[in-house]
């Protein structure tokens, strides 16, 4: 069993930066490839980001490339998301995921969930 707390979301302008950290309870958590995904008002849960267990390989939707950093610390069970160069249209709410990693990037398939953070960007 895992439980995931997202921290980090705010309001902030285009342009502007924000770190999303999800700390994992339970004595799994290295077990799991982690993921954020994020669902903006009256659209689906999509998949952001995700990192492997161990050994730091990553995947990014096509739409955050070289803005979003994922990472991870697996001593401090915890899941970053570097979130650079901010944009309206990346405003939603951030949910940390885990699951294996063949899985993770769909949204049927996610063993946890984390309750979710809300990121605004105005513009």
């Known amino acids: 069993q895992v439980q995931l707390v997202e921290s980090g979301g705010g309001l902030v302008q285009t342009g502007g930066s924000l770190r999303l950290t999800c700390v994992a309870s339970?004595?799994?958590?290295?077990?799991?490839?982690m993921g954020w995904f994020r669902q903006a008002p009256g659209k689906e849960r999509e998949f952001v980001a995700a990192?492997?267990?161990?050994?730091?390989?990553?995947d990014y939707n096509d739409s955050v490339k070289g803005r979003f950093t994922i990472s991870r610390d697996n001593a401090k069970k915890t899941v970053y998301l570097q979130m650079n160069s901010l944009r309206p249209e990346d405003t939603a709410v951030y949910y940390c995921?885990?699951?294996?990693?063949?899985?993770?990037?769909?949204?049927?398939?996610?063993?946890?969930w984390g309750q979710g953070t809300q990121v605004t960007v105005s513009s």
């Open positions: 990192i492997m267990r161990i050994g730091g390989g990553t």
């Open positions: 995921a885990a699951a294996g990693w063949a899985a993770i990037r769909r949204t049927g398939d996610v063993n946890y």
């Open positions: 339970g004595r799994t958590f290295s077990n799991y490839a």
